[in-house]
């Protein structure tokens, strides 16, 4: 039984160092435009272990920079990595960060309309916003607000190796109207 769980034990920490290096990997082919094999290795990953939020934000962009939105969504949508969380693999993640607060449109409070506007974010090696992709939206004009306010977010890019990388995270803008 020893035996048995340790075999388990090494399989496990195996599949979790391929899993976190081949992770990287994919981000830096995305990171350097190679969008479709960035999306054939991070989809490996997501296989493997399915609850790595990083891989399914990178999948979700290199799917969408690969003209594949449909499924781009599909992989947002099981990603939850927010800009704060994505320091591994970065010698400094993205600074700075100063996101406007979208307005609530009339037609919202109207309506008491409430909820989260979850967008996936490109924060470009030139500290210019890239894509905004709509991972989760709200009526009412709230997520045109939302991503008018994410295009106007400001930052100093993640640096990996010396050099100025682009990065992805979820955004999220609450709206509660009480």
Same mark, same amino acid.
């Given at each position: 039984?020893?035996?048995?769980?340790?075999?388990?034990?090494?399989?496990?920490?195996?599949?979790?160092?391929?899993?976190?290096?081949?992770?990287?990997?994919?981000?830096?082919?995305?990171?350097?435009?190679?969008?479709?094999?960035?999306?054939? +290795?991070? *989809?490996?990953?997501?296989?493997?272990?399915?609850?790595?939020? &990083?891989?399914? $934000? =990178?999948?979700?962009?290199? @799917?969408?920079?690969?003209?594949?939105?449909?499924?781009?969504?599909?992989?947002?949508?099981?990603?939850?990595?927010?800009?704060?969380?994505?320091?591994?693999?970065?010698?400094?993640?993205?600074?700075?960060?100063?996101?406007?607060?979208?307005?609530?449109?009339?037609?919202?409070?109207?309506?008491?309309?409430?909820? +989260?506007? *979850?967008?996936?974010?490109?924060?470009?090696?030139?500290?210019? &916003?890239?894509? $905004? =992709?709509?991972?989760?939206? @709200?009526?009412?004009?709230?997520?045109?607000?939302?991503?008018?306010?994410?295009?106007?977010?400001?930052?100093?890019?993640?640096?990996?190796?010396?050099?100025?990388?682009?990065?992805?995270?979820?955004?999220?803008?609450?709206?509660?109207?009480?």
């Amino acid at each position: 039984m020893k035996h048995l769980l340790f075999l388990l034990f090494v399989i496990f920490c195996s599949i979790s160092a391929f899993s976190q290096s081949s992770r990287e990997y994919g981000i830096d082919l995305y990171r350097a435009g190679d969008f479709e094999k960035s999306a054939e +290795v991070l *989809k490996a990953v997501t296989t493997v272990d399915k609850k790595d939020q &990083i891989a399914w $934000v =990178y999948l979700g962009a290199s @799917l969408y920079k690969s003209g594949k939105s449909k499924d781009a969504g599909s992989a947002f949508r099981k990603g939850k990595a927010n800009i704060e969380d994505l320091v591994p693999g970065d010698d400094s993640p993205v600074s700075g960060f100063k996101k406007p607060r979208p307005h609530y449109t009339d037609m919202a409070r109207q309506n008491l309309t409430s909820g +989260v506007v *979850k967008l996936a974010v490109e924060f470009g090696p030139d500290g210019i &916003i890239g894509f $905004v =992709y709509v991972s989760q939206a @709200l009526p009412h004009g709230l997520t045109e607000e939302s991503m008018a306010a994410a295009r106007k977010i400001t930052f100093t890019p993640a640096t990996k190796n010396g050099k100025t990388v682009g990065t992805v995270a979820i955004v999220e803008y609450t709206f509660d109207i009480r």
